[in-house]
């Protein structure tokens, strides 16, 4: 990436960075949708091989049209380098595997999304990596539960769904007094409203599922961090074991990307509406959204956070039963657990994606019968408060 590219504001950069231009100068990136690359000749094969000329040898290694969409995001999140993945989860696995060994301690906060809560505290200590889980917001909790083999912080801010926060540049200072790295999984802030390279973390994932796609077609994700990091722990994992990005998905990415400050700006601030709007009905007992002054943590939100995110969690008074009737009442809002999309979506965790959990890891992250977490879409919120509204009177 050009430092031309790297001082371009946001925007700027998600419209233009990393193109690379193809001999007929087309508009919109090219897809490349190729496996392989012809040498002109077999000493050319030979010297790409021996990595004496640069150029493209296998799209499992690289692919133009990935390469476009991983330098990108690295302009976005002011990385040095990045590797593009098949889905959120294959970035997160990634991260964790490829910073530790066998003999390695995690501390992860509690609340994660629970495929990721899985490879922390299921698949890792099946390669004799440990893992302790603590309740994030304090940083006393991280403090303790470091131990002498501790490598890796994990976290996710805001959680999903009750949207705690994680004041990221703390962790980030206990990581680097340890020689531990922090990973951060930016999923629920995006890279507009939150930046961990710049709080002191040193790997962020991200699942392009959700906004930098937005619109429910493909899965995607990303790992980013400095080039060093990179080349030496991530690069061969990558060559090796295949879990790349296709270049269409790559491509449908970039499109996204065109169009995410667009996107994330007003369903924020339709999110933020919403918000306020369900704040002042008497049938639900709590609204939890990181752009109002009664968030729970609001300190570090307005420290760490640009902006409430697209995110919204709350709790019907009647329990299960009244989170079901809402649910099946609505007219716009979609029941699914996806989130980020323009299409405004509403889930029920207890029921679908922390059914998992115990009833007393539930309890723990907050999550009860009458919890619902919304994502907020691109839908006029005039409508969107109407659909809740009659909702909610005709779920009581
Ligand atoms: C969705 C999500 C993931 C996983 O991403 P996929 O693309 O579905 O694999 C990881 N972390 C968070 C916070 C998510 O929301």
């Known amino acids: 990436m050009t430092t031309k590219e790297r001082n371009w504001k946001p925007a700027t950069q998600l419209v233009h960075a990393g ?16 496996q392989g690359y012809i040498y002109d000749s077999a000493e050319a ?3 790409r091989f021996k990595g004496e000329e640069p150029g493209f040898i296998y799209s499992r290694y690289a692919n133009p049209t990935v390469d476009m969409f991983e330098k990108r995001m690295c302009a976005l999140e002011g990385a040095e380098d990045a590797r593009a993945t098949a889905s959120g989860m294959a970035a997160v696995t990634a991260a964790i595997l490829c910073s530790l060994k066998a003999g390695d301690h995690i501390v992860a906060a509690r609340a994660l999304f629970g495929s990721c809560r899985w490879v922390v505290e299921t698949l890792a200590p099946r390669y004799g990596i440990a893992c302790t889980l603590v309740d994030g917001r304090e940083i006393a909790n991280w403090e303790k539960a470091v131990q002498p083999n ?14 705690e926060v994680v004041d990221i540049a703390a962790v980030a200072g206990l990581a680097n007094s340890v020689g531990a790295r922090l ?12 930046k961990p390279l710049e709080l002191g ?24 961090s400095d080039k060093e990091w990179i080349d030496k722990n991530l690069h061969d994992y990558f060559r090796h074991t295949g879990p790349s990005l296709s270049p269409f998905n790559a491509w449908t990415l970039l499109k996204g990307l065109e169009t995410l400050p667009v996107r994330v700006r007003q369903q924020t601030e339709n999110a933020g509406r919403v918000a306020d709007f369900l704040a002042g009905r008497a049938d639900i007992s709590r609204v939890i959204y990181p752009g109002r002054a ?20 709350l709790d019907l008074k009647g329990g299960k039963k009244s989170a079901f009737a809402f649910q099946n009442a609505l ?7 996806n989130l980020g999309d323009a299409k405004s979506l509403i889930t029920h965790p207890e029921t679908t994606t922390h059914k998992n959990l115990t009833a007393e890891a539930r309890a723990e992250l907050g999550i009860g019968s009458g919890t619902l977490r919304i994502s907020v879409g691109l839908e006029d919120t005039d409508d969107l408060i109407a659909d809740i509204d009659s909702a909610l009177e005709r779920a009581a």
């Open 294 to 313: 009664d968030h729970p943590q609001a300190d570090i939100v307005k420290r760490q956070m640009g902006g409430g995110s697209t995110l919204i969690c």
């Open 19 to 34: 193109t690379l231009r193809s001999q007929f100068g087309e508009t919109s990136e090219a897809l490349y949708l190729t």
């Open 150 to 163: 501790t490598r890796l912080f994990f976290l996710e801010s805001p959680t999903n769904p009750t949207l």
């Open 183 to 194: 990973v951060v999984d930016n999923v629920f802030a995006t890279p507009l409203q939150q």
């Open 45 to 47: 094969a030979e010297a």
């Open 331 to 337: 007219e716009i809002i979609q029941i699914s657990n």
């Open 201 to 224: 973390a040193h790997i962020v994932v991200y699942s392009a599922t959700k906004h930098i796609d937005g619109q429910g077609r493909c899965l995607g994700g990303v790992v980013l």
